[in-house]
């Protein structure tokens, strides 16, 4: 059976197939070749590395990049050669900004569960601490009882701990692994209590009861603030949701404000209330205890 293929048809698949091509070939020099743009790719390769690393997770920057880049150039190319994708910069958009939001959102749910369970680490550690003679033996004891994500951090510790390093040292790396103010209070307070000496169960217990208030009060802070955090959402859509309304019922009415210097200077000044106006609500609404 023969294969009947136009000669349009074969001209658009060439034309799909040296567009993919050519700006492959670009790609390639622009990563390859000692460039702002090769620069900014390998930050980006290693910020990809770093956060799967965090997130304790399997995976290379390096393919997630380069499967970005192929989806980018293939939807080019069909928008260029092929038919006309509609709003193809939006899947654009998607394409280059969905994974690098999607690692942060999922580092920062991270932080949050890790943090709920500092101040009950610090206490199983008090607790662990008058029945295991030494902080080390302590750790190893405590992490099979330990849930994620505070158990693969401290079980990290464990481990440099057994390739030669100290435990300050352990415990100071995965505060700065960490990057979270809870952490490095109650690894602060446990550096200083290892370091002065004393009764260190006192200072761990001590130490847990401030975090858990301090969760309480945070709490309190998000509960109070959670309304007005909702009136800025409102504040934010809000003008676009009326504007398209009152387009919808009569089309046309925002032209005059589109059409001559007094409309877009009216538009430039309502613009720049309505972003000072979401400044300020964020700035109050940003409560630090």
């Not at 007005?228 to 009415?253: D, E, R, S, T």
Request: aromatic fraction near 8%; glycine fraction near 6%.
């Amino acid at each position: 059976m023969r294969l009947h293929i136009s000669v349009l048809d074969a001209m658009k698949f060439g034309g799909i197939a040296l567009s993919s091509v050519g700006l492959l070939s670009v790609i390639f020099m622009l990563i390859f070749s000692d460039t702002v743009f090769s620069r900014w790719w390998a930050r980006y390769i290693n910020w990809i590395d770093r956060t799967l690393r965090l997130l304790f997770r399997e995976g290379s920057g390096r393919k997630v990049a380069t499967a970005q880049a192929a989806l980018l150039g293939a939807l080019v190319s069909v928008e260029l050669v092929v038919v006309d994708v509609p709003y193809w910069y939006c899947l654009a958009a998607a394409i280059v900004f969905l994974p690098a939001a999607y690692l942060a959102s999922e580092r920062k749910k991270r932080l949050t569960r890790l943090e709920s369970q500092v101040d009950s680490f610090v206490l199983a550690l008090a607790n662990s601490l008058k029945t295991v003679p030494g902080l080390s033996a302590a750790l190893q004891a405590l992490v099979p009882l330990l849930q994620d994500p505070i158990r693969q951090e401290v079980e990290r510790v464990v481990k440099e701990m057994r390739v030669g390093s100290t435990l300050e040292q352990s415990l100071l790396n995965m505060s700065a692994r960490v990057g979270s103010r809870v952490l490095d209070s109650a690894m602060s307070a446990l550096i200083i209590g290892i370091q002065v000496g004393g009764n260190l169960v006192v200072v761990l217990e001590n130490t847990a009861a401030s975090i858990r208030e301090m969760n309480r009060l945070d709490g309190v802070v998000r509960t109070k603030t959670a309304e007005g955090k909702a009136q800025l959402w409102v504040l934010a859509i809000f003008p676009f949701a009326i504007c398209g309304a009152f387009n919808m019922v009569q089309p046309g009415y925002f032209e005059p404000l589109q059409q001559t210097f007094a409309g877009y200077m009216i538009i430039t000044v309502a613009t720049t209330f309505w972003v000072a106006s979401l400044l300020v609500a964020r700035k109050v609404l940003t409560v630090d205890i």
